[in-house]
Nanobody, 117 residues
Framework: QVQLVESGGGLVQAGGSLRLSCAAS????????MGWYRQAPGKQREMVAR???????NYADSVKGRFTISRDNAKNTVYLQMNSLKPEDTAVYYC???????????WGQGTQVTVSS
């Protein structure tokens, strides 16, 4: 069982920045594809950014050029640097771990990000 603990959410003005962190338990973090998803009220959960075990990344079109996902395997942590935040980025952000070869995946409890206009 893998536990994911997010931190770093909060309230920020439009144009500001936040950095989310997600710390994972276990010894196989480096094997996981890690991702950040978000869910706004009344909307479906959507992928924001993902980073593979080899470091390849992909982003939702809505955040390209503003958000950066990174990982530190020595710390079992994945980050999401969010710059130039917009009110439409307001959502609960969830960390996700996908262990492809084991066919298992896990979610964090979520952290609220609120961007005021």
């Amino acid at each position: 069982q893998v536990q994911l603990v997010e931190s770093g959410g909060g309230l920020v003005q439009a144009g500001g920045s936040l950095r989310l962190s997600c710390a994972a338990s276990g010894s196989t973090f480096s094997l996981a594809t890690m991702g950040w998803y978000r869910q706004a009220p009344g909307k479906q959960r959507e992928m924001v950014a993902r980073i593979g075990s080899a470091g390849s990344t992909n982003y939702a079109d809505s955040v390209k050029g503003r958000f950066t996902i990174s990982r530190d395997n020595a710390k079992n942590t994945v980050y999401l640097q969010m710059n130039s935040l917009k009110p439409e980025d307001t959502a609960v952000y969830y960390c996700h771990a996908w262990y492809v070869t084991m066919g298992s995946h896990y979610w964090g409890q979520g952290t609220q990000v609120t961007v005021s206009s």
